[in-house]
């Protein structure tokens, strides 16, 4: 029941944050430079065309009687007509979101594994050469941008060996499967094409390595550090004085409180590369979210801009939950003092 | 469990990812391979893969940019074709007439074509093609204005009557895609904001063609690639090369790097056109790969305000016309780069290769500076140049302007502006600033298109004009020479004009825009032997594919 009334109170919290995130982003679209009806429809359309579109889509009108418009839309599942596909956004939506899913779903699981672990290995060895190499390599990481990562693996491996396809989620001649979920190796799995599979998967792991080494690095100094914290704590101690195994100590004892701050970051790393990713899907003619809000926002197309950060937000939120969900889990005290704070 | 289960289970993943494809995967080859598990590579049909930059709009009322004009010339057909001379050639239409009085035009179609799903191609199609052109008014829709009915006699025959005497009436209709009528009403969306023609079809002809031209599209990935393939029932199908491509696939990248590395590994046969400078000249280096050069309908101009001081007076104009380097600026070009001949691309028809052009001259420079209304105070009025951040490669041309102009006594400022920036700015009189430096390409392989984009009043409020010259018998003169129907006599007063700009010195004019495309070694292309109309440069049918 706490945990119902939990998600409850969230979920009820995020409708306000989510409107007040739908006020900024419609006004801020609407400050920048530039007609969306005149950038649509380019520089030589007959000026009565441009008008008809400036009333298709209200954009004569005030600016909160415009946000009403939209608003009802919205709540509708109606975001209006994208100015760059000139279709529904809310199909774009729904075609280009699984594929940016698919790739930060698989940048997470590396991100997580690996930064997990090499904070872990980090933490055993700390101070030793382990320690500093596994700290110069976070500190690469943390500071490059995604798109190096990208720039660099595909030199490599797509350039100088060749190991791996360059763009796009599938190769010529490789038969698309049927779509269900929209993660094209999900899909393939499910479809039986275990060849479509594999190629999918072959283009997933450059872009999705790209992504995931930023994020892998913070998450291995963060674990690291909390790691090497909690080491020094009187409760370590005493389970070592108490003869109970290392293996026990690191994991269970040691391992699963300094998870939290990872777990969080995990969380906010995972969320926000749906963000950051549009570099990286540009590089690798990916198409997803990321590349398409991207490209909403330098062509002013305002329906899209709107619906991919109301997108984006609920990503955020929703991870934030998840995350909340999961530190609670890791550690009764945060339990306890939520329950105590209802 | 296990801690280096994780670790091992990603190594695993990641050594057999990289390990060769199973022989049921038909990957694509790389220079000089084999395909792996293609016992029989012959039967696997020839692809020709290219770069553009994106979004690829494929409805003829729609798409007007580079990569939608490729791909309307290849999948759908026209009543004429332009041709690598500058004219128009007959096409679907098998003759036409014109009426004494130049207002009414009759087109004869040849019988025998027919569309992508085999249905023969009507006058009544070419009726609806443009009545939809004409009535959603987006793409190319400006280009064919002034006809006021549009009937189909017979099958056979189409008759235009307009309002008056245009002598850029029938080059025009090489934007007058025809579609299939039934077919796109089959496809209509009820509602829509075109009344009882409900969306006239938009949505469908997103990711679909309704044409009779020589490539049709079998797939559209929005954001991705379109692939075209080769239509063996199309009228002209005779022209197709011996190894034309059985498919074509445009690909929406421009990235540098992807497109390298997709051109080294031989996933790509022509790159796009938008690489950098150093970008081309690292593609040159790549075994097999050539730079191919070709002029377009596109010059770069810095484009003056003629209603500000100090630029308003034209001996200031004049000063920098001559102070400027042109030749540095040609220099920092892809070899081959011409400084422009008067005020329209080299390749438009009626272009006069004689007319009077600026060169640098610093004591003419300074000799009209003297005459100048401001030459005492020219610190008053510092000059500022916007260029597009969007393109880079302006900059360093500013940055020249400025460096010349610094020899003179002019001071300049340069300012980066985005590009929607110069668009709302020149929008506005009193926006526009001194100088902005923009491509602008003609629609039409015609002088007088240009003169009109450029220097018409119709245009001042618009980006291609920042000259706002709003000149009443300069417009005069230009409506004067485009309503002349005879070529030669149009032609001619295109020369008058020309002379009359240079004279007024109204912009800089520094060189005509060269088109490079990075293009392997066993493509067989001849962009040279095709129209400059933008598009028709890559007429498919006209490409071979040796692998």
Same mark, same amino acid.
């Given at each position: 029941m706490r945990l119902l009334a939990f998600l409850a109170r969230r979920i009820y919290q995020s409708i306000f944050v989510l409107l007040g995130l739908s006020v900024l982003i419609f006004i801020i679209a609407r400050i920048l430079p530039g007609d969306p009806a005149r950038t649509a429809l380019g520089a030589r359309a007959p000026q009565w065309v441009v008008e008809r579109l400036r009333e298709d889509m209200h954009l004569n009108d005030p600016v909160p009687v415009q946000y009403v418009y939209w608003l009802r839309g919205a709540l509708g599942g109606d975001f209006g007509i994208s100015l760059v596909t000139r279709r529904d956004v809310a199909n774009d939506i729904i075609e280009f979101f699984p594929a940016s899913f698919e790739l930060v779903l698989l940048a997470g699981i590396i991100s997580g594994v690996a930064g997990i672990g090499l904070g872990t290995l980090s933490a055993r060895h700390k101070d030793t050469w382990v320690d500093n190499v596994v700290r110069i390599l976070s500190y690469m990481g943390v500071v490059t941008p995604a798109f190096v990562f990208a720039i660099i693996l595909l030199l490599i491996f797509g350039l100088a060996l060749g190991w791996l396809p360059a763009i796009g989620r599938l190769s010529d001649g490789i038969p698309a499967p049927p %779509? +269900?979920?929209?993660?094209m190796t999900v899909d393939a799995l499910l479809a039986g094409q275990l060849a479509t599979f594999w190629d999918a998967l072959k283009h997933l792991i450059m872009p999705a390595v790209a992504l995931a080494l930023g994020a892998l690095s913070q998450e291995a100094r963060i674990t690291r550090a909390t790691m090497a914290d909690n080491l020094s704590k009187d409760y370590i101690a005493t389970a070592r004085s108490l003869g109970i195994p290392e293996r026990i100590v690191m994991g269970r004892f040691l391992l699963k409180p300094s998870l939290i701050p990872t777990v969080s970051i995990l969380g906010l790393d995972f969320a926000g590369s749906f963000s950051n990713a549009f570099l990286v899907e540009l590089i690798f003619n990916w198409p997803g979210l990321s590349r398409y809000g991207m490209n909403a926002m330098l062509r002013k197309d305002l329906n899209a801009i709107s619906a991919v950060i109301l997108v984006l937000g609920v990503i955020f939120i929703t991870v934030n939950i998840v995350v909340d969900l999961v530190v609670g889990g890791l550690d009764p005290r945060i339990r306890l003092r939520a329950a105590r704070s209802e | 469990m296990n801690k280096r289960l994780p670790f091992l289970a990603l190594a695993v993943l990641w050594i057999a990812a990289c390990a060769p494809a199973p022989t049921e995967v038909v990957p694509t080859p790389g220079k000089g391979e084999t395909p792996v598990g293609a016992e029989t590579p012959s039967a696997e049909p020839s692809l020709l893969r290219i770069t553009f930059a994106w979004p690829l709009y494929v409805d003829p009322a729609v798409g007007s940019d580079y990569v939608g004009s490729t791909a309307l010339a290849n999948l759908y057909d026209t009543l004429i074709f332009p041709n690598a001379e500058g004219g128009m050639d007959l096409y679907l239409a098998e003759s036409w007439d014109v009426s004494d009085d130049g207002l009414t035009y009759t087109f004869h179609l040849r019988s025998g074509a027919t569309f992508h799903d085999g249905s023969e191609v009507l006058a009544s199609d070419v009726v609806y093609s443009y009545n939809r052109l004409h009535t959603i008014g987006e793409g190319y829709a400006y280009l064919i204005s002034g006809v006021t009915d549009v009937s189909a006699p017979d099958d056979t025959t189409v008759v235009f009557t307009l309002e008056q005497p245009s002598g850029l009436f029938v080059p025009s209709l090489v934007r007058l895609y025809i579609v299939n009528e039934d077919l796109v009403r089959a496809n209509t969306n009820a509602e829509g904001p075109y009344g009882d023609e409900g969306d006239y079809g938009k949505e469908w002809l997103l990711t679909h063609d309704a044409g009779s031209g020589p490539y049709t599209v079998i797939e559209f990935r929005l954001e991705e690639y379109a692939l075209l393939e080769k239509f063996e029932g199309w009228w002209n199908a005779a022209a197709f090369a011996s190894n034309a491509a059985d498919q074509v696939k445009f690909i929406g990248t421009t990235e540098a790097v992807t497109v390298r590395t997709l051109i080294s590994t031989g996933e790509l046969e022509i790159s796009d056109q938008w690489q950098s400078v150093e970008a081309f000249q690292a593609l040159d280096k790549i075994d097999g790969v050539e730079i191919m050069v070709f002029p377009t309908m596109s010059s770069f101009y *810095?484009? +003056? =305000? =003629?209603?500000?001081?100090?630029?308003?007076?034209v001996h200031c104009r004049r000063a920098m016309s001559w102070a400027f380097d042109y030749q540095a600026a040609v220099a920092l070009e892809w070899p081959g780069t011409q400084q422009m001949v008067g005020p329209v691309p080299a390749t438009l028809g009626g272009h006069d290769p004689n007319v009077f052009t600026f060169h640098r001259d610093l004591d003419q420079a300074r000799a009209e500076l003297a005459q100048c209304a401001y030459a005492d105070e020219l610190d008053k009025y510092p000059v500022q140049i916007d260029w597009v951040s969007e393109v880079p490669a302006e900059e360093k041309f500013a940055l020249l302007f400025q460096a010349n102009m610094a020899e003179i006594g002019i001071p300049v400022e340069v300012v980066s502006v985005p590009w929607l920036t110069v668009v709302e700015n020149t929008a506005k009189q009193e926006t526009s600033p001194h100088i902005v430096t923009i491509y602008v390409s003609s629609a039409l392989p015609e002088a007088g298109l240009m003169i009109k984009d450029r *220097?018409?009043?119709? %245009?001042?409020?618009? !980006? $291609? $004009? =920042?000259? !706002?010259?709003?000149?009443p018998e300069l417009d005069a003169a230009i409506e004067d020479a485009l309503a002349t129907v005879d070529e030669e006599a149009r032609f001619a007063k295109y020369l008058d004009l020309q002379a009359t700009i240079m004279d007024m010195a109204p912009s800089l004019f520094l060189y005509d825009q060269l088109e490079q495309h990075a293009v392997v070694d066993y493509v067989d292309w001849t962009p040279e032997a095709n129209s400059a109309v933008m598009g028709y440069q890559l007429f498919l049918p006209w490409i071979g594919v040796n692998r």
């Open positions: %779509t +269900v979920t929209g993660l | *810095y484009m +003056v =305000n =003629n209603r500000i001081p100090p630029t308003d007076d *220097y018409h009043s119709s %245009t001042a409020p618009t !980006w $291609q $004009q =920042n000259e !706002w010259l709003l000149d």
